[in-house]
């Protein structure tokens, strides 16, 4: 992060890219920013504050062949958030943006395209590269599949955003604390990464050398960092919708937040998946904090 940028804290609280939990019900990552801030965030990260982006309505209906669930909600979101961390950029500061699902990945990408060629560390229990040349049900939620949306692949609604897709190219990404058997459709495309698996058994070193390479190479204006909490072990936080065993634990996640943070170039943070509506009592939501304090602490 360059020195002397100022953090600003935003929230965006969208859920438009997950399935419904179960029928009648909606997707509780959009409370997420709200349970971080209950834990003081805003003090404890010496932030100013950048407000909030409220997204459109959840339509839980989805039919196989009818194009990706929210798709026109999600498009006129990003846009709308792309927007929003423009005028951050403008300032000068550093958006640190409490999400909501992993399509506001989306947004963050588009503003950056707008500007430049930027990188992104995805940091992601899973690949999220789901995508009509793989997945059959491609379409039903696109937290599941925007890192493919963002390099490319899938729905020209989503894809293809002003005019400028890909957001982000093949070889300007790093995927970072997916599970092993996540990344076959990733590395076989080309996109380097760094499994969950070997950053336990080996430390950080291995993935920060990759992202170092991958981010900061010349040619690219700079780089984003998208964190889907599920890149934790489930037995740390399981309020995600898909938690999976053999994730990080906190100080390895610390340790490669603070290393990507630290590198030039980074130009923003955004923080996804936490549901607190499977967190009853907080405790979940005291660790996710501790996660983004310790990453910004300097």
């Given at each position: 992060?360059?020195?002397?940028?100022?953090l600003m804290l935003l929230d965006a609280p969208s859920n438009l890219g997950l399935r419904p939990p179960a029928d009648g019900t909606v997707p509780g990552c959009y409370k997420a920013p709200g349970a971080l801030r209950d834990n003081d965030l805003l003090r404890?990260?010496?932030?100013?504050?950048?407000?909030?982006?409220t997204p459109a309505r959840y339509h839980p209906a989805w039919e196989q062949g009818h194009g990706v669930r929210n798709a026109a909600g999600i498009a006129e979101y990003s846009r709308r958030l792309a927007a929003r961390i423009d005028r951050i950029h403008g300032r000068n500061g550093f958006p640190v943006v409490l999400g909501g699902d992993c399509s506001i990945v989306l947004g963050a990408a588009l503003a950056l395209r707008r500007r430049g060629r930027y990188g992104l560390a995805y940091l992601d229990g899973h690949d999220d590269f789901r995508h009509p040349?793989?997945?059959?049900t491609a379409g039903s939620a696109a937290a599941g599949e925007c890192l493919a949306l963002a390099t490319g692949r899938g729905a020209a609604e989503l894809t293809d955003l002003d005019g400028l897709r890909p957001y982000v190219a093949d070889s300007d990404v790093v995927l970072l604390g997916a599970r092993e058997e996540e990344s076959v459709e990733t590395a076989a495309a080309g996109i380097r990464g760094v499994p969950s698996q070997r950053i336990m058994a080996a430390g950080t070193a291995e993935a920060l050398a990759l992202a170092?390479?991958?981010?900061?190479r010349p040619g690219l204006d700079g780089f984003w960092v998208h964190v889907d909490i599920d890149v934790l072990d489930p037995a740390i936080v399981?309020?995600?919708d898909?938690?999976?065993?053999?994730?990080?634990?906190?100080d390895t996640l610390v340790a490669l937040l603070r290393g990507l943070l630290d590198l030039p170039g980074a130009v923003g943070f955004e923080l996804t998946v936490f549901d607190p509506d499977l967190d009853p009592d907080g405790s979940q939501?005291?660790?996710?904090a501790e996660v983004i304090e310790r990453a910004f602490a300097r």
């Open positions: 992060m360059n020195a002397g940028r100022e404890r990260l010496g932030a100013t504050e950048a407000g909030v982006l040349g793989i997945a059959p170092t390479e991958t981010l900061t399981s309020a995600v898909s938690p999976d065993p053999g994730g990080l634990d906190v939501a005291a660790v996710v």
